[in-house]
Every structure is written in C-alpha cells, then in structure tokens.
C-alpha cells in the first residue's frame, strides 16, 4: 500500500506545550520518512527526517520518534511556540532514484499564546 | 538567492482557456516534481521529470503536459482549464538526499 495515514487533522496546544502528531504506513519498502512543514502561503519546507534504522531523531525542539515494528512515526514538538502554527505533514519515500514521496493528510497546528 | 521560483505567483482565468506555469531551480538538482495541492491542502504529485525525461505520470488528466527544456526548469501547460483544476500547484527538486524535496513557493490557479 502507498498510502501514509496522519492524525489529527486539526491541533491546538497551549504555548509551552506539546504537539503531538503521528502517522502510519503500511509499504515495508519505504525507507526515508521526513516531515514538513508549510505555512500559509508558502511551499512545504523539510524539517526534520529519519531513515528506519534509527528510533529518534532529534533537532532543537522537534523530535522524530519510529517504531518500526508498528509501522508508525511521530513528530514531537516540546515547547510549542505561536510561530510554530502551521500545517505539518509527514511524508515516506518509496526508494529508489527514481522514487517520490507519499505525503500524509496534512495537521494544522495552532499553538495559543 | 530563491533556490526552487515559480511565476506567476497567482493566476486566475476562465474555464476552457490554456495556461502555463513556469518553474526554475538554481540548485543543480537532476529531479524535478509538479505537486497539486487542493482546498483541504492534501498534496499529490502529478508528475516527476529526472534529467529532463519524465519518470513518474501519476493519474493526471493529459490536459495537464509537462515541459522540461532543461534540468534546471519544469514547465506545467494546462489545457481546457476547468473548475476542479482550481488549486494550488507546487513545483519541486530533489538532490542526492533521498527524499529530500525543496518546494517552489507555489502558483494558485483560480479557474472561474
């Protein structure tokens, strides 16, 4: 299956909280999971990646953690901040050079002073 | 300096017309994607172009025709516009890290 399934479509978290946003997959055969992130008006930019022999990536305050096993990744955003408000999606490769990326659904986080 | 451009930035027209959308990439990549991003912002790649040959040609209308005069720009022509062709379009390139994938700024097309 090709398909990356993300949840929750819509966040909402307290300034200083955590975001939490997670996604599923089903193709074994995908091997570079990064994550997005777009705001409104822009294009989607690379925020943080991880490739499945890894558990946890982390860079700042945003973490990637894999369960292989489970066929699921999340990103994991610590002290959520207003200008983190934006649209977040986690995407996996289909390998290969001449593979593409399967994105998910898309969660809108908005993060409240 | 822009790394992935697009122009124009915003575009409306009436159904049935014919229109282009250009995109240039000053990165060196070999890889280049058109992506459609509709009102519920789900992102779907159209097409994929490495090296000037296209590689991948998801389920896209063949209104929809991609041009690569060289690697470093992806055109989009849209015949016979139509109203479900409103939607934001995104241009793309890959380089060597796998999966890693620099967007343009993107083109909203508004066909009314």
């Known amino acids: 299956q090709q398909q990356v399934k993300q949840s929750p479509q819509s966040l909402i978290v307290q300034k200083g909280g955590i975001s939490i946003i997670n996604c599923a997959y089903e193709n074994t055969a995908f091997d570079y999971f990064p994550w997005y992130q777009q705001f409104p008006g822009k294009g989607p930019a690379l925020l943080i990646a991880?490739?499945?022999?890894?558990s946890e990536k982390k860079e700042g305050r945003f973490t990637i953690s894999f369960n292989k096993s489970a066929k699921q990744f999340s990103l994991h955003i610590m002290d959520s901040q207003p200008g983190d408000s934006a649209t977040y999606f986690c995407a996996a490769y289909n390998g290969g050079s001449q593979g593409n990326l399967i994105f998910g659904k898309g969660t809108k986080l908005s993060v409240k002073p | 300096d822009t790394a992935v451009s697009q122009t124009p930035k915003y575009l409306v027209t009436q159904m049935g017309n014919d229109k282009s959308i250009k995109c240039e990439q000053n990165l060196g990549h070999d890889t280049m994607y058109w992506y459609k991003q509709d009102s519920k912002k789900f992102l779907k790649i159209m097409f994929s172009y490495n090296n000037k040959e296209l590689i991948i040609n998801e389920t896209v209308p063949n209104r929809f025709s991609p041009k690569s005069p060289d690697k470093a720009h992806l055109n989009l022509h849209i015949n016979s516009l139509e109203l479900g062709d409103s939607a934001v379009y995104f241009c793309a390139s890959r380089g060597t890290g796998v999966g890693e994938q620099y967007f343009g700024p993107g083109t909203r097309l508004t066909v009314t």
């Open positions: 991880i490739r499945p022999d890894v």
